[in-house]
């Protein structure tokens, strides 16, 4: 017999309206002190009590789920952002529904759509390039919603750095002597609009007047295997580069090994440098001189943004000042580029 909240008040010994304010968040006078709900909620645990989210959210109007949109999870980027946003939200009292947009996905709105028609509370999006989700984000509807990966003027928005992140990465390679810098990313990652790595690595070299060396392959911007294949290509190119800088740390990966077994020396020979600095970087044979991405910075302030959103569209508080933030990115420089 499934265990009702009533069940739970009378093995408790106290009042109903008390286990409820308890249990499910009721609003009321009702004051309850630390002892009663540390008692309520043992009671509750011992007894196998499922609160009922239906019925909660048609008496308080609110879902208690958040909608979190971003890239594919074979991308171990996106899988470290999902698991701070998650672990973040459930702390919070919230659940989680996921969205994700495939690599072969350009247009992503019908994503968006789908989860507002889940009657959520709000919404975090990922977003690094310009897609058909920007111009949604404009509709009144979406003041619940935080932008994340590129700031945007008219959202809610938490940016990392990239700019400034990408000048790094090309300023070390150049100190410890490279002269030929070449930008290692898929095809797809050239053509995408908004991305800001390409695009600051164009300007860069064209301010320290050096040849603008593109290397690009087929395939998504997590496979491996494409990526270390086209870096043994580059290996056997007679004016190969002498530094890489690569559009994440996945295709670095794939560099590293592409290099090292067509008998590169790395870094004495060619140096790479990775973008987003994942957890593995620093475990790998060689370890990967990176460009540290603040994902958890970047889905701290979002949740703590929406959370501020979704409080006063239940409160009807009038809508404060927009958020938009670049939160600053470093070098970790490691062997794969220590000369």
């Excluded at 409820?20 to 002190?33: D, F, I, M």
């Excluded at 979704?310 to 600053?328: D, F, K, V």
Aim: overall charge negative; charged content about 25%; proline content about 4%.
């Amino acid at each position: 017999m499934k265990v009702t909240l009533r069940d739970v008040a009378e093995t408790a010994n106290v009042h109903f309206g008390t286990a409820s304010c308890v249990l499910n968040g009721a609003r009321g006078s009702t004051r309850v002190s630390p002892a009663t709900r540390q008692r309520i909620l043992d009671t509750a645990q011992k007894l196998g009590y499922v609160p009922n989210r239906i019925a909660q959210q048609l008496r308080t109007r609110k879902s208690r789920v958040i909608g979190l949109l971003v890239g594919g999870l074979e991308n171990l980027f996106f899988a470290r952002m999902v698991s701070v946003c998650s672990e973040e939200l459930e702390r919070r009292g919230f659940d989680v529904i996921l969205v994700m947009r495939r690599a072969d996905q350009p247009e992503d709105l019908h994503l968006l759509e789908a989860l507002i028609s889940r009657q959520i509370d709000g919404m975090l999006v990922w977003s690094e390039t310009n897609t058909e989700i920007r111009e949604r984000l404009r509709w009144g509807d979406m003041a619940t919603t935080v932008l994340m990966g590129y700031p945007l003027e008219y959202r809610d928005s938490f940016a990392a750095d990239a700019p400034a992140g990408v000048r790094m990465a090309l300023d070390h390679l150049l100190e410890i002597g490279c002269k030929r810098i070449g930008y290692f990313a898929p095809e797809v990652g050239l053509h995408r609009a908004g991305d800001e790595r390409y695009v600051t690595y164009q300007e860069w070299v064209a301010e320290h007047h050096l040849p603008e060396l593109v290397y690009s392959f087929d395939g998504p911007s997590y496979d491996l295997h494409v990526s270390r294949e086209r870096a043994e290509l580059l290996a056997d190119e007679p004016d190969r580069p002498d530094g890489l800088f690569c559009m994440n740390d996945m295709m670095a990966m794939g560099a590293l090994s592409g290099l090292r077994r067509k008998g590169v020396k790395v870094p004495e020979e060619i140096a790479v440098v990775g973008f987003d600095d994942l957890p593995m970087s620093a475990e790998l044979e060689l370890p990967l001189t990176s460009v540290h991405f603040p994902t958890s910075e970047i889905c701290m302030r979002a949740i703590d943004v929406l959370l501020e959103r979704i409080n006063e569209a239940q409160t009807s508080t009038e809508h404060g000042a927009l958020y938009n933030e670049r939160i600053a990115m470093s070098l970790k420089v490691r062997a794969s580029s220590s000369r």
